[in-house]
């Protein structure tokens, strides 16, 4: 069994896509240890609390030491037993101690086709709104290993969509969200669960790619 440990900042959404597809046994081999939230108002800690996964809130800026923050996070995640870390809307930079107490075990989705649209200031509507102002024509996720600096991690999964007349940069989130982000993570995390994973630099191999 995987344990998953979520960390958020926001809603939730893509907790919940997690949550649902373990329920429904596409995740059977995994489950939801924790869900870390970076503050305490985020929605996504109520969607946790209903489907009975313990969460806590860990917020930066009650550490006065970057360090401190990084020991408290890696912490929360041990104490729960998790081999798996997905950063879900997780709007938090933490250090380097973080990614190297879980080496190639933190998974971050990204609503662009990295490398356009991301790194620093690249997260809520800033990506889709990039999209549009640039013309390009499609768009879509990534998910990827995360590594210290923003985005810059190896690319597990991408999937495109396409930009359509008439998009806006909220309408372009929600189709990104339901048609990319929300296919690509639950089949990102099967992939872990099931050992076909490897890093080698920055280039991501998946054994037997055109297993279900």
Request: hydrophobic content about 45%; charged content about 20%; glycine content about 8%.
């Amino acid at each position: 069994m995987m344990n998953i440990g979520v960390l958020v900042s926001g809603g939730g959404t893509n907790l919940q896509i997690i949550i649902d597809r373990v329920a429904d046994g596409y995740l059977a081999d995994c489950r939801v240890a924790v869900v870390i939230a970076s503050r305490p108002k985020a929605y996504a800690i109520e969607r946790a609390r209903a489907a009975g996964i313990p969460c806590l809130c860990v917020e930066r800026k009650k550490f006065t030491d970057p360090d401190a923050f990084d020991r408290a996070l890696i912490s929360a995640l041990t104490e729960h037993g998790v081999n798996l870390v997905v950063t879900a809307g997780y709007l938090t930079i933490f250090g380097k101690a973080v990614v190297d107490a879980f080496p190639n075990r933190i998974v971050n989705v990204h609503p662009a086709l990295i490398p356009s649209f991301c790194g620093k200031g690249f997260y809520g509507l800033a990506p889709h709104r990039g999209v549009l102002e640039y013309g390009v024509k499609i768009t879509g996720a990534t998910t990827h290993i995360v590594w210290p600096e923003v985005d810059s991690g190896p690319i597990i999964m991408q999937k495109a969509i396409p930009v359509e007349d008439g998009d806006t940069p909220e309408s372009l989130q929600r189709r990104v969200m339901v048609e990319a982000e929300q296919v690509i993570l639950p089949k990102t995390i099967r992939l872990f669960a099931q050992n076909r994973i490897s890093v080698e630099g920055r280039i991501v191999k998946i054994k037997d790619l055109g297993a279900p």
